[in-house]
């Protein structure tokens, strides 16, 4: 069984597979806090669900693409939360390759990824410190990626970004697979549910970190989260 928060159909946001369609599988639960989070009600809401119930989900999503012939689309995502708190979730993410879905995993970095299906593209975030979580970054798993994960930073601030660069480069995370940039969306939980950012880090602005990356010829993918650029950036199920 499964804790699962919601399945819906959209477009990726995120990753070198931004603009396709992706059944996205919100699991429940997160071990971190960071202070820019935007699915804090994946927290500790969700219901329990089987495997088969999940799958089955999935594939009536999937069924318009099948049935057009196209095997490749839609793209399917787990995520959370962090799904891999969940044990089932190993399972789950073998079922889905198995059944010959391109397969992404969003975690945030803080797990082992060594057991996940190889199939699986993981998707693996660094966490800066403005996040409050740098402290948690689990560095083993650098060692586990294949040219067909990501990596990702999540840059809020100046000193987030020249923490990230330092870090790309001391690393040399280009020559491990593709890195992704994201820019944080400003959030509006409030209520102590996260971390804080640090009183001396400065904001950083979308254009600002755009033309940082392109100034310091930094080897990465800079992205915006779509689904907010599309759908008001607080909905749900997009």
Not at 166 to 179: F, Q, T, V
Not at 212 to 237: C, E, M, S
């Amino acid at each position: 069984m499964l804790l699962v928060n919601e399945i819906f159909l959209s477009l990726q946001g995120e990753s070198t597979f931004a603009g396709l369609p992706c059944v996205f599988v919100r699991l429940t639960g997160c071990n971190l806090r960071c202070s820019y989070c935007d699915t804090a009600y994946a927290f500790d809401e969700g219901k329990r669900m089987s495997l088969t119930e999940v799958v089955d989900h999935v594939e009536s999503f999937a069924k318009p693409y099948r049935n057009g012939g196209d095997l490749t689309l839609p793209l399917v995502e787990l995520t959370g939360g962090e799904p891999l708190l969940q044990k089932e979730s190993f399972s789950l993410l073998s079922r889905l390759c198995d059944l010959k879905f391109t397969v992404l995993l969003e975690t945030n970095g803080a797990m082992d990824i060594s057991a996940v299906d190889p199939r699986v593209r993981r998707i693996v975030d660094i966490k800066c410190p403005s996040s409050g979580e740098a402290e948690r970054n689990r560095w083993e798993n650098l060692s586990f990626l294949k040219n067909t994960d990501e990596v990702k930073f999540v840059i809020g601030t100046c000193e987030d970004y020249e923490w990230a660069k330092n870090i790309i480069g001391s690393r040399r995370l280009a020559s491990l697979c593709p890195i992704l940039v994201s820019w944080v969306y400003p959030t509006k939980i409030t209520g102590g549910k996260l971390k804080p950012i640090p009183r001396e880090h400065r904001l950083i602005e979308k254009r600002e970190l755009a033309e940082k990356i392109v100034a310091d010829a930094l080897p990465v993918r800079f992205q915006l989260q779509l689904h907010k650029y599309i759908w008001p950036p607080d909905q749900r199920g997009v």
